[in-house]
């Protein structure tokens, strides 16, 4: 079924397509996403540097995540006519995910297309490097419907993780660059903005000053995107007991996830659930200590120079299903426990090795100095429009 849900899909894709290329390329830039209903990351960075450096170029938002049941495909036929017209017709379109019409058409000339992906570094598999995996799809499948096409360039934050994602996208490495840096980085080095968000996040949810702020921030499970949700295995409450209150944790489900738990009855004061906080990079500022499993957010959390922690007590589970592209238990750059107890006892001792989170950072980005996205704009975005 799905197989035929694609192909009709991409009939519809090119239908918007054909129509399009009826028309002259127009100067303008399309941001697109199939995971969210907005902008974020990587995207919203770009949107934000071009309404400040080139107010003058039209920026078209194609940003809705896939549902299940007959809505969610009615609206993925529309979304599919719609995001091939703007294929045909936008001089520069931009995706930061998988995102099906870039794969179903043959590009027309004078057209540029990037992938600036979602993420920093190379953690969790996707891709054709999940290919058979729970995750994954089928190796005939994809052979029936070629994924990760049609990219001019793709954005890295280091060369070393070139080949995990030509092998994700079975792409030719010269498509890939980390001499620009990554947008979504920038954040990091703009002090006004920062001490601005996290003052907006204190109020928000009432943190008060003193305490040690953890950020708790799991990825979600699931074979797919669809049917995400999260993992259940921290004891809230075990851990509120053992930290005490000169400690706070915030938790942060992945965006994917829709039925969210959010924080127990007896850990309420202690945990203080932030998921509708739309931007985690954000999240960051105000926290002491990252505690995650196999989230791509322990990169950008290095640029902080804070104590990165993995509680991980499925790994084996998750190495089934999704598999990492780092040695886990060699590179991690925290260390990683199994129960609540060990991980709340490791917290409270707040013995942490910072030299082994700044290694990590300095291998992980070749480019990380806060103007990754007005780079993007002059050199790949501008000469594009021109």
Not at 5 to 11: D, G, K, P, T, Y
Not at 110 to 129: D, E, M, N, P
Not at 208 to 214: E, K, M, P, S, W
Request: net charge positive; with cysteine.
């Amino acid at each position: 079924m799905n197989r035929y849900l694609s192909r009709l899909r991409a009939l519809l894709v090119r239908l918007g397509f054909a129509l399009g290329r009826l028309m002259s390329i127009r100067r303008r830039v399309v941001l697109a996403t199939s995971h969210a209903d907005r902008l974020d990351g990587n995207l919203a960075e770009v949107r934000s540097g071009l309404a400040r450096h080139a107010p003058e170029v039209p920026v078209v938002i194609l940003a809705r995540r896939m549902r299940r049941g007959w809505l969610g495909a009615l609206r993925a036929a529309i979304d599919s006519m719609v995001g091939g017209w703007h294929l045909a017709t936008a001089s520069v379109f931009i995706v930061d995910d998988y995102y099906f019409p870039m794969y179903a058409i043959t590009p027309r000339p004078g057209t540029l297309r990037i992938q600036v992906w979602h993420a920093c570094g190379a953690f969790k598999r996707f891709g054709y490097s999940v290919l058979d995996r729970e995750f994954g799809s089928a190796e005939d499948g994809a052979a029936a419907f070629r994924i990760h096409t049609n990219y001019d360039l793709c954005l890295v934050s280091a060369a070393r993780f070139v080949p995990f994602y030509a092998e994700a996208f079975r792409q030719p490495p010269e498509r890939f660059t980390s001499r620009l840096g990554i947008p979504r980085t920038d954040l990091f080095f703009d002090a006004p903005r920062m001490a601005a968000a996290a003052a907006a996040i204190r109020r928000r949810y009432g943190i008060a000053d003193g305490r040690t702020v953890i950020l708790y921030a799991p990825t979600f499970r699931g074979a797919r995107i669809t049917d995400a949700r999260s993992p259940d295995r921290l004891d809230q409450a075990a851990l509120a007991g053992l930290l005490g209150e000169d400690h706070v944790l915030l938790l942060r489900e992945h965006p994917f996830v829709t039925s969210r738990p959010g924080a127990r009855d007896e850990a309420r004061g202690f945990v203080i659930d932030v998921s509708d906080w739309p931007e985690i990079n954000e999240l960051m500022l105000v926290s002491d200590i990252l505690v995650t499993d196999y989230s791509s957010a322990i990169y950008e959390f290095a640029l902080l120079g804070r104590p990165i922690v993995f509680f991980a007590p499925d790994e084996a589970a998750f190495e089934a299903e999704r598999g990492s592209y780092m040695d886990f238990r060699r590179d991690a750059p925290g260390p990683i426990f199994a129960t609540t107890e060990a991980l709340g006892d490791y917290l409270r001792a707040g013995a942490f090795d910072l030299e082994r989170v700044r290694a990590f950072r300095d291998a992980s980005f070749d480019v990380a100095d806060g103007q990754a996205t007005r780079r993007v704009i002059d050199e790949v975005i501008a000469p594009a429009l021109r």
